[in-house]
């Protein structure tokens, strides 16, 4: 099977409107920004995305966001971005909170076809009984809320159900990958990349470096290649700090 593709449009060229994407990324690190950009191009729209936040204005998945073309999305972190907040409060998209280690497991379960399982997190709170507001009306009221889990007890202690993610593609970005789609993510960039990539069924990794086979050791592989089925050679552009802290230089 041939794995590595010419250009990012081409890799998403056929992710059909209403498609659901797990997209990697922690703040602004390690966000497939290039597959991003091509799908804003391509035109796709009425997205469901799962990701751990949706970008930010102008980047990430918030370039999609400012187009209208996220229909719902599901994810842990909701700050740094005023179009998302606009669009939440006013009714115009559907936002699922899921708490960050909840996310990460449930994308690893749907990835290792892990219908479901139980945590500790969120038990006691709205996230088990329901009621979160997942969309608001255009006057302010909730239209949609979350609904109640189920729960049970284990060695006195109750637990909450929470579902496997499964979605029709992934986009990630990894630092370098061979052509079979073994994966190395550099430091902090393998944050929810791995994850993500396991939970689509479709993965797409925008990367800096390509490889042949062998050229990476086995033991530095962070995904082996069996979860990815397309890959882009991007370089090191798309990169963005979120936020320059510096200190005064001495005298």
Same mark, same amino acid.
């Given at each position: 099977?041939?794995?590595?593709?010419?250009?990012?449009?081409?890799?998403?060229?056929?992710?059909?409107?209403?498609?659901?994407?797990?997209?990697?990324?922690?703040?602004?690190?390690?966000?497939?920004?290039?597959?991003?950009?091509?799908?804003?191009?391509?035109?796709?729209?009425?997205?469901?995305?799962?990701?751990?936040?949706?970008?930010?204005?102008?980047?990430?998945? /918030?370039?999609?966001?400012?187009?209208?073309?996220?229909?719902?999305?599901? /994810?842990?972190?909701?700050?740094?971005?005023?179009?998302?907040?606009?669009? #939440?409060?006013?009714?115009?998209?559907?936002?699922?909170?899921?708490?960050?280690?909840?996310?990460? &497991?449930?994308?690893?379960?749907?990835?290792?076809?892990?219908?479901?399982? #139980?945590?500790?997190?969120?038990?006691?709170?709205?996230?088990?009984?329901?009621?979160?507001?997942?969309? #608001?009306?255009?006057?302010?009221?909730?239209?949609?809320?979350?609904?109640?889990?189920?729960?049970?007890?284990?060695?006195?202690?109750? #637990?909450?159900?929470? &579902?496997?993610?499964?979605?029709?593609?992934?986009?990630?970005?990894?630092?370098?990958?061979?052509?079979?789609?073994?994966?190395?993510?550099?430091?902090?960039?393998?944050?929810?990349?791995?994850?993500?990539?396991?939970?689509g069924r479709i993965t797409i990794a925008e990367v800096e470096e390509l490889?042949?086979?062998? !050229?990476?050791?086995?033991?530095?592989?962070?995904?082996?290649?069996?979860?990815? !089925?397309?890959?882009?050679?991007?370089?090191? !552009? /798309?990169?963005?700090? &979120?936020?320059?802290?510096?200190?005064?230089?001495?005298?």
């Open positions: 099977m041939e794995k590595v593709f010419a250009t990012c449009a081409q890799a998403v060229a056929d992710i059909p409107s209403g498609a659901s994407l797990a997209v990697g990324g922690f703040g602004l690190n390690g966000i497939p920004h290039n597959l991003i950009e091509a799908l804003l191009e391509q035109g796709a729209t009425g997205l469901v995305t799962v990701s751990n936040n949706c970008g930010v204005d102008g980047w990430g998945l /918030g370039v999609l966001l400012d187009h209208k073309r996220i229909r719902r999305t599901t /994810g842990s972190y909701v700050g740094e971005n005023k179009e998302f907040e606009r669009q #939440y409060l006013s009714g115009e998209l559907e936002v699922e909170l899921v708490p960050q280690g909840t996310l990460a &497991e449930r994308l690893r379960a749907g990835g290792c076809d892990i219908p479901a399982f #139980y945590t500790p997190a969120g038990n006691g709170t709205m996230i088990a009984d329901g009621g979160l507001p997942w969309k #608001y009306a255009p006057d302010g009221s909730v239209a949609l809320g979350s609904p109640k889990k189920e729960t049970r007890a284990f060695n006195g202690h109750d #637990y909450v159900l929470e &579902e496997g993610i499964v979605c029709d593609f992934a986009l990630v970005r990894a630092s370098v990958a061979d052509t079979t789609g073994n994966l190395v993510f550099h430091t902090a960039t393998r944050n929810f990349n791995p994850l993500c990539a396991m939970a490889v042949e086979p062998g !050229q990476i050791d086995p033991e530095a592989v962070h995904l082996p290649g069996i979860f990815v !089925q397309r890959i882009v050679k991007v370089g090191a !552009q /798309g990169k963005r700090i &979120e936020r320059t802290t510096t200190r005064k230089r001495e005298a």
